[in-house]
């Protein structure tokens, strides 16, 4: 099993809004990470957990708060973001920082 | 830091071979990956190489690495249409597993 879940498959939100994305995996795998990718563009790196410690954060605005509660749990949280903001999320585990990486299906994220 | 690139588009016969090229600068990564994404989808893992071998074969996947010229190929052998897609060379600069990827390939077969 391969498998990455993310929830929720799309999320409309209002600049004003707080949400949060979730993402869960079962694989035993103890980095995770958080991917944007904007249309017609390659997935860009946001922030990597390993062993539920942020190990990397690609200098991204403080309205993205990632959160890592347990080993198989990836949280990102959404407040106040603009209509740039607007892209699909990709979450990510890998065995840990050296190994392959496997993907969810995103978060269709859409700002107005 | 890493830079990773790819021709934007590819066009192929069903049942014809297609071979995507990738280039990369950092010597240091230790694997390579190739990724395929479906529209609306996200990223599936095709296959990967450790930069210490010259070719991986996965049944229709082929991977070639050209470490002193840092170019990777994936060749797909009997192209079908559930082959289009985008597929991504990526990279991980110094071994960790902070992906650079390519802008992406568009493979698109034609009957």
């Known amino acids: 099993d391969t498998e990455v879940t993310q929830t929720p498959k799309h999320l409309v939100m209002g600049m004003t809004n707080k949400k949060s994305l979730k993402c869960e995996q079962h694989m035993g795998h103890r980095a995770m990470y958080w991917y944007k990718q904007k249309a017609k563009k390659p997935p860009e790196l946001m922030f990597v957990y390993s062993y539920e410690k942020l190990s990397i954060n690609e200098s991204v605005p403080s309205r993205f708060s990632p959160e890592c509660p347990n080993s198989s749990l990836l949280n990102l949280h959404l407040h106040a973001l603009q209509p740039e903001d607007s892209a699909l999320y990709l979450c990510?585990?890998?065995?840990?920082?050296?190994?392959?990486?496997?993907f969810g299906q995103g978060t269709r994220l859409t700002v107005v | 830091g890493e830079d990773v690139e790819q021709s934007l588009f590819l066009s192929v016969r069903e049942g014809d071979s297609s071979v995507i090229n990738c280039t990369y600068t950092d010597s240091s990564s230790t694997y390579l990956y190739w990724y395929k994404q479906e529209p609306g989808a996200g990223l599936q893992l095709l296959t990967y190489i450790f930069s210490n071998m010259d070719m991986k074969q996965d049944q229709r996947l082929t991977v070639l690495l050209n470490k002193k010229d840092k170019h990777l190929s994936l060749r797909i052998a009997d192209t079908q249409t559930g082959d289009s897609a985008i597929y991504f060379c990526a990279a991980p600069p110094g071994g960790y597993n902070k992906l650079i990827f390519g802008a992406g390939t568009r493979l698109a077969v034609h009957p």
């Open positions: 990510a585990s890998s065995q840990d920082r050296y190994t392959e990486a496997f």
